[in-house]
């Protein structure tokens, strides 16, 4: 299994078990409220909605990930084509960041 496709097995692990907020607006409120734990944009998203993201993500704290296409994250949780998703459960935001396909930070010990 590659990368791309745990990371998308996970997306939609999350949806089904009812953690992830899907639509713009639904998105925005979820990182109003703090209740988002992640969010996920959609790499060919519009310069504008990447702003637009990215500064409400950053003033809340919410990490933002850019990952995939909008039709890619829409297909990871049975949707049509989605921009943008919120994660809304830390456990699912861990493990979608771990499931990116970058290698981990370890520090060698002697």
Do not use: W
Not at 4 to 30: C, I, P, T, W
Not at 44 to 62: E, G, L, P
Not at 68 to 82: F, H, L, V, Y
Not at 100 to 108: L, W
């Amino acid at each position: 299994m590659t990368m791309s496709n745990l990371f998308y097995n996970r997306l939609g692990l999350a949806m089904r078990a009812g953690k992830v907020v899907h639509g713009e607006q639904a998105v925005l409120d979820a990182v109003r409220s703090q209740e988002a734990k992640l969010v996920l944009l959609a790499a060919d998203a519009s310069d504008n909605t990447r702003k637009k993201y990215a500064d409400k993500c950053s003033h809340y704290h919410i990490p933002l990930v850019e990952y995939g296409t909008r039709d890619e994250i829409g297909a990871g949780i049975g949707k049509e084509s989605r921009v943008a998703v919120a994660v809304t459960d830390s456990g699912f935001a861990r493990l979608l960041t771990e499931s990116q396909g970058k290698p981990a930070e370890v520090e060698r010990f002697e």
